[in-house]
């Protein structure tokens, strides 16, 4: 715990990049604002690994500099059995997650997901300056609930441009989900602290950007593999895919 905590104090003197692809990341520097934002994310990271709270005990960088992953019931598609897990770290406002999702996912989808070679499982990192990321990773969640996830989350990444409130609103609407129950999902702040552990993970993973992906062999808790970061082309996945299967 104690080599964790210093992990913070470091962290705490860094930036987190914009998404691959967002036009912020071409700003030579960030507001007092977003650097506040950026502060008090770190300190509530810092906060639930004191409290010895789920992320420290479920990744970590082995001596080997492998990746160690816990999944922890997150949403998965494909097979449990699959030999190799995939997980995505992803913000639903960042350009570059949705470049990977339209672009790239469906040839992984189709290839690996659907025959059985692969786990797909989807982790959360809304970035500070999105400011309905955190909102719209809690949506998702909510829309699990009604066993929707998947279809909010493809709702989401195609219109990573429209995500206000009155959008999440209308894309729950779409799904014909019942709203009462969804509304006070996300009001009531269900996953809230579900969000911001998945951000402490990958912080302990030291990624800071989005869409960011460890890729490996299945284990019987989660996965140990290797971490891949961007919008990448498929021939990348694929390489990363079969130096995994090895």
């Known amino acids: 715990m104690r080599n964790l905590l210093a992990i913070v104090p470091l962290a705490l003197s860094l930036t987190f990049p914009a998404c691959a692809g967002d036009k912020k990341s071409e700003e030579p520097g960030i507001t007092r604002q977003q650097a506040e934002d950026i502060l008090n994310e770190l300190r509530e990271i810092r906060k639930l690994l004191e409290k010895g709270a789920g992320p420290s005990a479920s990744a970590l960088i082995g001596a080997d500099g492998k990746v160690h992953m816990k999944i922890d019931g997150s949403p998965a598609l494909g097979s449990k059995a699959a030999p190799l897990t995939m997980v995505e770290f992803t913000d639903y406002q960042c350009g570059f ?41 809690e949506a998702a969640r909510c829309a699990g609930d009604q066993n929707r996830f998947w ?74 593999g290797t971490i891949l970061t961007g919008a990448l082309p498929l021939d990348a996945f694929e390489a990363q895919l079969d130096e995994a299967s090895h």
Request: hydrophobic share 35%.
């Open 97 to 137: 997650c949705q470049r990977f999702h339209k672009v790239t996912f469906p040839e992984i989808r189709k290839k690996y997901i659907d025959t059985g070679k692969v786990r797909f499982v989807s982790r959360d990192l809304p970035l500070s300056f999105h400011s309905n990321a955190s909102r719209a990773a």
């Open 151 to 224: 279809e909010m989350r493809d709702q989401f990444v195609t219109n990573a441009e429209n995500l206000s409130p009155g959008d999440i609103e209308g894309y729950a609407r779409d799904l014909k989900l019942d709203m009462s129950a969804f509304k006070s999902c996300v009001d009531g702040g269900k996953y809230a602290e579900a969000v911001k552990s998945d951000a402490a993970m990958a912080s302990l993973l030291r990624i800071n950007g989005t869409p960011a992906f460890v890729i490996g062999k299945t284990t019987p808790e989660g996965v140990e």
